[in-house]
């Protein structure tokens, strides 16, 4: 089974920027432990730009591009840092691939992204991707890592990609506000009424929110993979996915016959 876990900002660190090393520790822990089970892993890592408002002191999220891609330079490294100290302690290679939109869209140039992808995959490595913030802008990038995730999740022919957010799942409506708003477990196809759920970011330093967690849901069904948003405050829940547990929300890929 291959798997992709995108990891959210909000999951990763405080809303400072600072790290969350109870949620990361747990994380790198139980990755670990999937992928000593036989899981092959790839992980879409946001946090580059939050962990650069925190480590730099910044009073929020910069807004200005050269601060925020200042901030990414400085937080990305702190980023690898974190992964590779505590994935170490358990015996495993961390890898970085930063990439922009073109990496994506260039035929010859995603093929080289997916052999080395592979090729770290052969060696037992978990591959590490975000968005090469500090050169991609707003015009010309991705924009946002569940949409990233998703691209990913599809070129390598995974069988599941994991949203982790610091949200359950897919609300009737907005949790913060309405009271009745219930989660829904299974999306198994995505009409009007599940697309006009998605609402705007509420996340200060991450840069997704439901909308774009589910138009990362049509990329992947589409392409006939399943994904799963689910709540990264408790990261045991990939052992519930793992096993096959009803966790967060799962949208079914179009099956074909
Ligand atoms: N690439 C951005 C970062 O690492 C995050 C984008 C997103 O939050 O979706 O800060």
């Known amino acids: ?33 999937l992928k000593n089970s036989g899981i092959e892993v790839i992980m879409v890592s946001s946090g580059s730009i939050g962990m650069g408002t925190g480590k730099l ?17 400085v937080g990305q490294c702190e980023l690898m840092y974190t992964y590779d ?22 035929p010859q140039r995603h093929k080289n992204f997916s052999n080395t ?22 015009e010309i990038g991705v924009g946002d890592n569940d949409t990233l995730a998703a691209v990913i999740a599809t070129s390598a022919k995974a069988d599941l990609l994991v949203l982790l957010s610091d949200i359950d799942g897919l609300y009737t409506a907005n949790p913060n506000t309405d009271k009745n708003a219930k989660l ?8 009007d009424k599940i697309m006009a759920l998605g609402g705007k970011s509420s996340s200060k ?21 399943d994904m799963i948003i ?5 990261p045991s829940v990939l052992y519930k ?10 949208f079914y890929a179009k099956r074909n016959g």
């Not at 100290?85 to 260039?106: C, G, M, N, P």
């Not at 991450?206 to 992947?220: D, N």
């Open 1 to 33: 089974m291959k798997i992709v876990v995108k990891i959210g900002t909000s999951t990763l660190a405080y809303s400072s920027g600072r790290l969350n090393i109870r949620h990361t520790e747990e994380l790198c822990k139980i990755i670990s432990d």
């Open 57 to 73: 002191s910044l009073k929020e999220r910069p807004s200005d591009m050269p601060t925020k891609q200042a901030a990414a330079a």
């Open 85 to 106: 100290k505590l994935f170490s302690e358990y015996r495993h290679t961390v890898a970085q691939i930063l990439v922009t939109a073109e990496d994506i869209q260039h």
């Open 117 to 138: 992808l592979n090729r770290l995959l052969e060696l037992g490595v978990i591959p590490i991707i975000n968005e090469n913030d500090t050169i991609a802008t707003e």
């Open 184 to 191: 829904i477990t299974e999306v198994r196809e995505l009409d």
């Open 205 to 225: 330093l991450g840069t997704g929110g439901m909308k774009t967690k589910l138009s990362a849901a049509k990329i992947c069904t589409d392409a006939g993979c």
């Open 230 to 234: 689910a709540n990264g405050a408790d």
């Open 241 to 250: 996915i793992a096993d096959g547990k009803q966790a967060g929300t799962r």
